[in-house]
């Protein structure tokens, strides 16, 4: 699992080994890495090498050093919620610019639909197109705003689920748990809005049903310029 340290970075090679076999799930939460000795000999290093490039994993969150009989260095799990917590903090204390979060979105959005696209199955097209039902109802009268900004946000996380990365959907969650104050301050409440943003949305499940990569990238961009463009100009 692991080798010799590179003699020029002796101490940064063995945290990212280290640090690379949890991430990539070689060694997974609870696992104890080998003793102190017997890690000292793979890598090449000396001891207090060693010690330090642990303390930096502890540090970080990834391991976890007990003392006494049985202990060791244990694997922790892997949190996502310090950088999350971060980033929704950012969004609701309004720390970052409707620009900022526009641009954001554009390309991490446009990635989610196309990974979709490649990975969405026969039933995930059947829950996007209900979702596009709820809007479609929604948009009837009684018109209901929340019903329809509630299905588009229903609607972008199924996509999230879809594409498969655990990264791009965690941190799309974390900004859709918390945009809901930049539409409610800058989107229009008319009806022919979201009828504008609900044909957008028809045209990108249909890209995502046939996988259309790179159209259901652009469809979902220019959908997000629509809202992005009330957000921006409002935030001027």
Not at 73 to 87: I, Q
């Amino acid at each position: 699992m692991f080798e010799k340290a590179k003699q020029n970075r002796m101490f940064q090679d063995v945290v990212e080994q280290i640090q690379d076999a949890i991430l990539e799930g070689r060694v997974v939460q609870g696992d104890k890495l080998p003793p102190e000795r017997e890690l000292k000999e793979i890598f090449d290093v000396s001891r207090g090498t060693l010690r330090e490039a642990l303390r930096v994993l502890e540090q970080k969150g990834l391991i976890e050093i007990r003392l006494g009989v049985g202990g060791g260095a244990f694997v922790r799990e892997v949190a996502t919620a310090p950088v999350t917590e971060g980033l929704a903090l950012l969004l609701r204390r309004n720390k970052v610019s409707p620009a900022e979060l526009a641009e954001f979105r554009k390309d991490l959005e446009a990635s989610i639909a196309g990974l979709a696209a490649r990975r969405a199955g026969f039933d995930d097209i059947i829950i996007l197109r209900d979702f596009l039902k709820d809007m479609a109802q929604a948009l009837e009268e009684p018109f209901d705003w929340e019903a329809v900004i509630a299905a588009d946000n229903r609607l972008h996380l199924t996509l999230g689920e879809i594409a498969g990365n655990q990264v791009y959907r965690t941190i799309q969650a974390t900004i859709h748990g918390n945009i809901h104050p930049y539409f409610d301050r800058y989107v229009p409440r008319d009806k022919s809005t979201l009828e504008g943003n609900y044909r957008d949305l028809c045209l990108l499940v249909d890209a995502v049903e046939t996988g259309d990569e790179a159209g259901a990238a652009r469809c979902m961009q220019a959908h997000l310029a629509r809202y992005d463009g009330f957000i921006v100009d409002g935030g001027k």
